[in-house]
């Protein structure tokens, strides 16, 4: 299950129990349509819910990584699996945005607001 929200230039994403396609499709959309109407964006991604996600989510994931890899400037990741800080750093051989796990959220926000000015 995914949640998302948006602040301005900031997408907030929550993810719980098993990621899926179905979810990764919704998160696609919703970035896409707030990049249309706010340009170059944030996204601040939990996935400390996550419990598993799917092979076909990884994939679709370097795919709108390749896509849209100069759309997005900074992306927070707030997870405590090293398996999530490796794949962060992978994704960030795909796009321009500059990645960063984190194990909070008060830490991401505050490294994300140093890029906003």
Same mark, same amino acid.
């Given at each position: *299950? !995914?949640?998302?929200?948006?602040?301005? $230039?900031?997408?907030?994403? %929550?993810?719980?129990? &098993?990621?899926?396609?179905?979810?990764?499709? #919704?998160?696609?959309?919703?970035?896409?349509? #707030?990049?249309?109407? #706010?340009?170059?964006?944030?996204?601040? !991604?939990?996935?400390?819910? *996550?419990?598993?996600? @799917?092979?076909?989510?990884?994939? &679709?994931? !370097?795919?709108? =990584?390749?896509?849209?890899?100069?759309?997005? %400037?900074?992306? =927070?990741?707030?997870?405590?699996?090293?398996?999530?800080? /490796?794949?962060?750093?992978? @994704?960030?051989?795909?796009?321009?945005?500059?990645? $960063?796990?984190?194990?909070?959220?008060?830490? =991401?926000?505050? /490294?994300?607001?140093? %890029?906003?000015?």
């Amino acid at each position: *299950m !995914i949640s998302i929200e948006h602040e301005d $230039k900031l997408t907030l994403v %929550g993810v719980f129990g &098993e990621f899926t396609v179905a979810d990764y499709r #919704q998160f696609e959309e919703e970035v896409g349509a #707030q990049l249309k109407s #706010q340009g170059r964006l944030n996204l601040l !991604i939990d996935l400390t819910g *996550m419990l598993e996600y @799917t092979l076909d989510v990884a994939l &679709e994931d !370097i795919r709108f =990584a390749r896509e849209h890899a100069r759309d997005v %400037g900074r992306i =927070a990741i707030i997870s405590n699996e090293d398996l999530v800080a /490796w794949l962060a750093l992978l @994704t960030a051989l795909f796009i321009d945005s500059d990645v $960063k796990v984190f194990d909070s959220e008060a830490l =991401a926000r505050e /490294w994300l607001d140093e %890029g906003a000015g």
